[in-house]
């Protein structure tokens, strides 16, 4: 039932975003009559292509080969009219039983957005039926569905549709939701009745709690440097982390929200506002806070397999187990030694040079606390140490050892023999095992 209309009542298309169960929408025009794109967008391509210029896309080069759509849509979708903007929150609350643990013990962290289901297999599937849904005003409509991985420049236009301000973290901010949103763009060549509502005013003001905040100083005037951002490492970044991130990680896994835990406007929504739907995320404990030790025990397709339909995916079984060792050190976590030698066996190589230093950052705090247990005179049954006897120890050097020369013998990468190099002078020095004449 075509009703082939020049526009879409906006009053209309609202209802079929709330039937979507869409938090906050809204639309805007990107070209006039005459087909030139919006005079807002110019702002945006200056301060987008500064920040190529500044190189602050680290190694995320898809960034710097789709530039020249990103910043015109209509290199994108020739026909290109509008944009509509979707929201969907994700500040859940962290589940109970990942609370309990959480308490127990120093836990590994999960970015929100990643607790629950995959917010672009969300996302994409409302896309779907609204593209379906606007096909009815136009069976001859050109659409394209943007979230997150399409050329698009998501919080810019999101912004002029009225759903929030670009705050001093970058993030996408409204008044009453906060920061914790999932964007979706629908680019097509319908138009809308009525513009949604007026832009949201920047409520920043004097505060900077994000920047302050920030472990790493990524956050600037200048917006956002990806090579300082723990999200960026953990989650985009294929290959080895340098060691001047490691420790500022802390307890991150995979991605990070120090920035929007900060935000006063996050907090405000925390306190006044529903948690998200269930039905769209079903947020998960063990996602919220995964058991690290467990990660690393699976094999890379067990692991795959069980984060189906999670965001988690992006990073790929390597990088998680690549960051979970991170952590595992972060959090001196040295019963984690034994599977971290294990990691010696894995194919990836940024695995392998990370499992290297973490058997060496492990062993020091293992003889510190030794030294320390010495010294206060412990009994054996008060010791922090994970080996309960001398024997114990000697047997996990005994497992160490073929796997170091294992790797030695058959792994000739620049950066592995160099990481082997340290860990056996590190071993003679600390357990006289005159490795490094071998
Ligand atoms: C690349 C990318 C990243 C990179 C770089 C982030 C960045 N700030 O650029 C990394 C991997 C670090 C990253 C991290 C995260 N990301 Co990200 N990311 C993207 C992606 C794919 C492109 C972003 C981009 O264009 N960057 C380029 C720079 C230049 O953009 P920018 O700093 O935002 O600046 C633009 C505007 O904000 C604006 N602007 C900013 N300040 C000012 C000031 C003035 C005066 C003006 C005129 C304009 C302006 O101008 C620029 C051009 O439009 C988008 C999806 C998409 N297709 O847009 C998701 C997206 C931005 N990410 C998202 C999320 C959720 C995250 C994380 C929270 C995930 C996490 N918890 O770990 C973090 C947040 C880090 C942060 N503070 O931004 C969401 C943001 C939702 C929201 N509410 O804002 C998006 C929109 C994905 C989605 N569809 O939901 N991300
Ligand atoms: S996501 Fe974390 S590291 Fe990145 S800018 Fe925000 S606080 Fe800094
Ligand atoms: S923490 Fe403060 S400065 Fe940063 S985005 Fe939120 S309101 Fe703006």
Redesign the pocket.
């Known amino acids: 039932m075509s009703k082939s209309i020049q526009e879409i009542p906006f009053e209309e298309l609202q209802e079929e975003c709330q039937r979507l169960n869409i938090e906050l929408m809204g639309t805007v025009d990107l070209v006039d009559e005459y087909g030139n794109l919006a005079p807002w967008y110019n702002?945006?391509i200056q301060?987008?292509n500064d920040?190529l210029a500044r190189e602050a896309?680290g190694d995320?080069e898809w960034?710097v080969t789709q530039a020249d759509k990103?910043c015109d849509p209509r290199l994108l979708l020739p026909e290109v009219k509008s944009g509509v903007a979707l929201w969907i929150g994700h500040q859940f609350p962290l589940p109970a039983s990942a609370q309990q643990e959480a308490k127990s013990q120093k836990s590994a962290k999960v970015?929100?957005?990643a607790w629950g289901r995959d917010?672009h297999n969300v996302l994409r599937r409302v896309l779907r039926q609204l593209g379906k849904w606007m096909k009815q005003y136009d069976p001859e409509l050109s659409f394209h569905g943007?979230?997150?991985?399409?050329?698009?420049?998501?919080?810019?236009i999101a912004e002029q549709c009225g759903i929030g301000w670009?705050g001093k973290?970058?993030?996408?901010i409204h008044p009453k939701k906060g920061?914790f949103?999932?964007?979706?763009i629908a680019l097509s060549s319908a138009r809308f009745s009525t513009r949604s509502q007026l832009k949201q005013t920047n409520r920043c003001g004097t505060c900077s709690a994000c920047l302050d905040a920030c472990p790493t100083q990524a956050?600037s005037a200048e917006?956002?440097d990806?090579r300082k951002?723990i999200?960026?490492w953990t989650?985009?970044h294929r290959g080895v982390i340098p060691e001047s991130m490691r420790s500022a990680i802390g307890d991150w896994v995979f991605?990070?929200?120090i920035?929007?835990d900060v935000c006063p406007w996050s907090q405000k929504a925390a306190k006044t506002q529903p948690p998200p739907s269930s039905e769209l995320w079903l947020p998960q404990p063990e996602r919220a806070r995964p058991n690290l030790i467990k990660w690393l025990s699976m094999s890379d397709e067990a692991l795959n397999q069980e984060l189906q339909g999670s965001p988690l995916r992006r990073a790929f079984p390597h990088g998680l187990k690549r960051n979970a060792i991170i952590v595992l050190v972060n959090q001196q976590k040295t019963e984690a030694l034994p599977m971290i030698i294990e990691q010696l066996n894995h194919q990836n190589l940024a695995v392998k040079v990370m499992a290297l230093w973490a058997i060496r950052m492990l062993l020091s705090i293992e003889i510190q606390q030794e030294h320390e247990d010495k010294s206060k005179s412990e009994s054996k049954s008060e010791s922090k140490s994970i080996f309960k006897s001398e024997l114990e120890r000697r047997n996990m050097l005994d497992n160490l050892i073929p796997l170091l020369n294992h790797l030695k013998e058959h792994d000739k990468s620049t950066l592995i023999l160099k990481e082997l190099e340290l860990t056996a002078k590190f071993l003679d020095t600390k357990f006289n095992l005159e490795l490094t004449d071998r």
């Open positions: 702002a945006h301060r987008f920040w896309y995320m960034m990103r970015a929100r957005y917010y943007s979230v997150d991985t399409s050329p698009v420049l998501e919080r810019a670009i973290s970058t993030m996408l920061t949103g999932s964007i979706a956050l917006g956002l990806a951002c999200s960026y989650i985009e991605g990070c929200d920035c929007q």
